[in-house]
């Protein structure tokens, strides 16, 4: 297997309706933290911290279709992210009265899509 000259990713983007009910899932429910030290681009969003990386919410016109996307995240593009503990964040989830679907696959994972429709896949970390 040869070195790659990629060794990360740096931060993903979603777009998004309304910033605050955005971070009100994310921050509320999924617990990230949000990077205030980020430039202001202009337009409003956010900056949330996972881990080493970043996910970037942009509050811009969506050229997407919202409604009519797969009920399971994992027949649509998604981010997936590494849990400590899946149970903890299913009952977070559940609480907030969020659809979720378990991983076809058979690990411990499952899917869900933010208060926009974007698709997220909560895996727990085997480390």
């Avoid at 777009?15 to 921050?27: K, M, P, Q, S, V």
């Avoid at 919410?57 to 797969?70: A, H, I, T, Y």
């Avoid at 429709?117 to 909560?122: Q, T």
């Amino acid at each position: 297997m040869s070195d790659s000259l990629i060794t990360a990713i740096h931060h993903a983007s979603f777009i998004i309706a309304d910033t605050e009910r955005a971070l009100a899932f994310y921050c509320g429910v999924l617990g990230l933290e949000q990077d205030h030290s980020r430039p202001d681009l202009g337009y409003p969003g956010a900056w949330l911290q996972v881990g080493a990386g970043q996910i970037h919410l942009l509050e811009l016109p969506n050229p997407d279709p919202v409604e009519g996307r797969p009920a399971h995240g994992g027949r649509d593009r998604h981010l997936a992210m590494t849990v400590s503990d899946l149970d903890q964040i299913k009952t977070a989830i559940e609480q907030a009265g969020i659809d979720y679907t378990l991983s076809k696959s058979g690990r411990r994972a499952l899917f869900c899509r933010d208060v926009d429709g974007n698709a997220i896949e909560l895996i727990e970390s085997t480390a």
